[in-house]
């Protein structure tokens, strides 16, 4: 098993304690396979961002294997071993929008979700999922809400407050979304990314644009993947 890392990899594991050579591990030993692989991983998302980005390149990564060995496990043994690898690697096998409960094994697709546009922003600063939960623990807070009727949308981060006590710079970046025309703002998983949601890629591009975000402020304009 190897593993090649580039892009945006700085603070990513290049040994065995990444979740893609995991993922590939968990499979290759529930599937009963003796085989080599090689896996080379583009980073596109900064670590530690609240973006899921090791559980999406884990997702991958049995996607990859399923299709190379489609007899080698069940649709229900691949969800169960994505399970025991994270709790948003299940949701990652198929990822479109949908209503995830439990504790990322209940999948309910949502075939009539609106379309819309994210303008994702993260003020350059890394924030341990396990710091946050404990600010959490220690100190629980009301959530916010960030509310758009029209797109159906009631957005709560319950770890939103303790995840701007631990990095402050999350406000002034909360309100610059908002300048920009955002119609809600929330907090990607533990942070420190943002979201701001616009109608379209377009408007989200504009507002990018309009901000004018200086290093090391990282934004980029992402569309919902497509319901169904």
Avoid at 3 to 17: C, E, H, M, Y
Avoid at 75 to 99: M, S
Avoid at 161 to 180: G, T
């Amino acid at each position: 098993m190897t593993l090649a890392l580039g892009g945006a990899a700085a603070g990513v594991p290049a040994d065995a304690t990444n979740l893609v050579v995991r993922a590939a591990i968990a499979f290759l030993s529930e599937a009963g396979l003796a085989r080599a692989v090689r896996i080379f991983l583009t980073k596109s998302i900064p670590a530690a961002a609240g973006l899921g980005g090791g559980s999406s390149d884990a997702g991958a990564v049995l996607r990859a294997l399923a299709a190379s060995f489609p007899d080698a496990l069940t649709a229900p043994a691949l969800a169960q071993l994505a399970l025991r690898l994270g709790a948003d690697v299940p949701y990652f096998l198929a990822p479109r929008p949908a209503r995830v409960s439990g504790i990322g094994e209940r999948i309910q697709p949502l075939p009539d979700f609106a379309p819309f546009a994210c303008l994702l922003a993260n003020p350059g600063v890394p924030l341990s999922t396990a710091a946050v939960f404990a600010a959490f623990d220690a100190r629980p807070a009301p959530s916010p809400r960030a509310l758009d009727p029209e797109l159906g949308l009631d957005l709560a981060n319950d770890l939103e407050p303790a995840a701007e006590r631990l990095c402050p710079a999350i406000a002034p970046l909360r309100e610059r979304l908002r300048a920009q025309g955002a119609r809600a703002v929330g907090l990607s998983g533990s942070g420190p990314t943002l979201f701001g949601i616009f109608p379209d890629a377009a408007a989200a591009a504009r507002a990018r644009a309009r901000a004018d975000f200086a290093p090391p402020v990282w934004a980029r304009v992402a569309e919902a993947p497509k319901a169904g």
